[in-house]
Nanobody, 126 residues
Framework: QVQLVESGGGPVQAGGSLRLSCAAS????????RGWFRQAPGKEREFVAA????????YYADSVKGRFTISRDNAKNTVYLQMNSLKPEDTAVYYC???????????????????WGQGTQVTVSS
C-alpha cells in the first residue's frame, strides 16, 4: 500500500514562510525522484519543484525560483518544500508526488508522476 500525506499548509500573510512536508508510508521511495505541484481553483495543476534521489539536484518553476527550496530526508522517507517570501499568487493546493522512474531526471509534467498525496491548502493573503 502506498500513501503520501502532505502537511504544513495553512493561512499565511504575504512575505511570510511555510514549510510543507510529505511523509510516505508503505514502500520506501528513497531512490525515486520526487516533486511538488500545486493547483489553484479553476486552474490546471502546475509544476513547482522536483528533487533527484540523492537530493543533490533540484529543479524549480521560474515562478518560485529563489523563494522555494525542495529537500528530502530519505531516512524518514519524507520530502519538504520550504516556501519563503510568499505571494498571493502562491495560493493553491499543494501536492507531493513520486516520479515514475528512479533513473531519469524528473520532468515538469504531472503525468510523469505516478503516486500522489491528497494535497494541503496554502492561502497567502495580501
Amino acid at each position: 500500500q502506498v500513501q503520501l500525506v502532505e502537511s504544513g499548509g495553512g493561512p499565511v500573510q504575504a512575505g511570510g514562510s511555510l514549510r510543507l512536508s510529505c511523509a510516505a508510508s508503505g514502500p520506501t521511495f528513497s531512490t525515486y525522484p520526487r516533486g511538488w505541484f500545486r493547483q489553484a481553483p479553476g486552474k490546471e495543476r502546475e509544476f513547482v519543484a522536483a528533487i533527484n534521489w540523492r537530493g543533490d539536484s533540484t529543479y524549480y518553476a521560474d515562478s518560485v525560483k529563489g523563494r522555494f527550496t525542495i529537500s528530502r530526508d530519505n531516512a524518514k522517507n519524507t520530502v519538504y518544500l520550504q516556501m519563503n517570501s510568499l505571494k498571493p499568487e502562491d495560493t493553491a493546493v499543494y501536492y507531493c508526488a513520486v516520479y515514475g522512474s528512479r533513473w531519469l531526471r524528473p520532468s515538469q509534467e504531472d503525468y510523469d508522476y505516478n503516486y500522489w498525496g491528497q494535497g494541503t491548502q496554502v492561502t497567502v493573503s495580501s
